[in-house]
């Protein structure tokens, strides 16, 4: 049942998405995805399973992981005035890979995990 419920939201969403895209205020399809549903079950799940220190450093890696999420922005909004949208949204999903990447590296070796 859990899982119903959880595609029926996966759908709810998609289905606000498309209304917003085609009205006057598409933009704000772009902020729909960034509600915290999957960072709330995340510091929950950390939270109540492996405490409070480890709930802080996996929000503070949060932090840190809207940096792949910016680089992918940016290169998209770069790559689709110079290509087509499927290799313009590929391009940028390899950039968002690359810096995600870097950025798992550089957090294990600064905090030794």
């Known amino acids: 049942m859990s899982l119903l419920i959880k595609a029926i939201l996966g759908a709810v969403i998609v289905v606000l998405i498309g209304i917003l895209a ?18 709330l079950i995340a510091h929950y799940i950390v939270g109540t399973e492996r405490g409070t220190e480890a709930l802080r450093a996996t929000i503070l890696f949060g932090i840190w992981s809207i940096i792949p999420y910016l680089i992918y922005l940016i290169s998209l909004y770069y790559f689709t005035a110079s290509m087509k949208l499927p290799l313009a949204l590929l391009s940028a999903v390899a950039c ?17 995990q």
Request: charged residues 10%; aromatic residues 22%; glycine residues 2%.
């Open 22 to 39: 085609k009205t006057r205020h598409y933009y704000i399809a772009g902020l729909i995805p960034l509600f915290p549903t999957f960072a």
């Open 96 to 112: 968002w890979s690359a810096s995600a990447f870097v950025l798992i590296k550089v957090w294990a070796h600064v905090y030794n």
